[in-house]
């Protein structure tokens, strides 16, 4: 059985531009839920996808988009990129959409410039 | 809204000593309370979990928190302390269990000393 895996692990961009990160849930989940976490800080939840449709969503702009695919992994687009969106992103899986039920991939480290 | 804070941001221990982190929330109901451990290059692993009943719950790891509603706080202990524990420790509440009622602390960071 395979863990959450996220994709790829450092990103820089440059304020403005578009970035696409990606995550692979664990076997058997159909969940996928997407936080972000600024340095020093605790992540924040941006939204969760259920079966492919949005089911949720924290206080995050609309130039914060995601996916999910048949299969299950997710992506997450960001448009306009600004500063502040430097960050870890963590991706999580899960079989329900309940938060204690969830596995959190590795992150991916973005970093705008 | 929800709220949660961790005061202590690094706290230092040698290994073998006793553990607490503490954490005080801010919710008007009772709450859902979570803590985390995030080690470096790792994902986030929930280490305990209180939605209701006994107030003092046990975890993996070793770890167990008690949750006292008249002081607002869910302290996380750890009666000796292991070099691997070294992390960051993550204290978080809900209003529910779904993802976004969910706040979280901004940390603590775990040092163990040999």
């Known amino acids: 059985e395979t863990g959450v895996t996220q994709s790829p692990t450092h990103l820089i961009k440059t304020r403005g531009q578009q970035v696409t990160l990606r995550c692979s849930s664990q076997s058997g989940h159909n969940t996928v839920s997407w936080y972000q976490q600024a340095l020093g800080q605790g992540p924040q939840f941006i939204f969760q996808?259920?079966?492919?449709?949005?089911?949720g969503r924290g206080n995050f702009p609309p130039r914060f988009s995601g996916l999910q695919f048949p299969n299950y992994s997710s992506e997450l687009n960001v448009n306009a990129l600004e500063l502040d969106d430097s960050a870890l992103y963590l991706c999580a899986s899960s079989a329900t959409d309940r938060v204690d039920t969830q596995y959190f991939g590795p992150g991916t480290r973005l970093t705008v410039l | 809204a929800q709220s949660v804070t961790q005061p202590d941001i690094h706290i230092t221990v040698s290994e073998g000593a006793s553990l607490e982190l503490r954490c005080n929330y801010s919710y008007g109901a009772t709450p859902y309370l979570f803590w985390y451990v995030q080690s470096p290059g790792q994902g986030l692993q929930l280490l305990l979990k209180?939605?209701?009943?006994?107030?003092l719950v046990q975890g993996i790891k070793g770890f167990e928190a008690e949750f006292k509603r008249s002081q607002s706080s869910f302290n996380l202990r750890k009666p000796s302390v292991h070099w691997s524990d070294a992390a960051e420790y993550f204290c978080?509440?809900?209003?529910?269990?779904?993802?976004?009622?969910?706040?979280f602390g901004p940390g603590t960071r775990l040092s163990v000393l040999p």
């Open positions: 996808y259920y079966r492919e449709e949005e089911n």
């Open positions: 978080a509440v809900g209003e529910d269990n779904y993802g976004q009622n969910f706040v």
């Open positions: 209180y939605f209701s009943g006994d107030t």
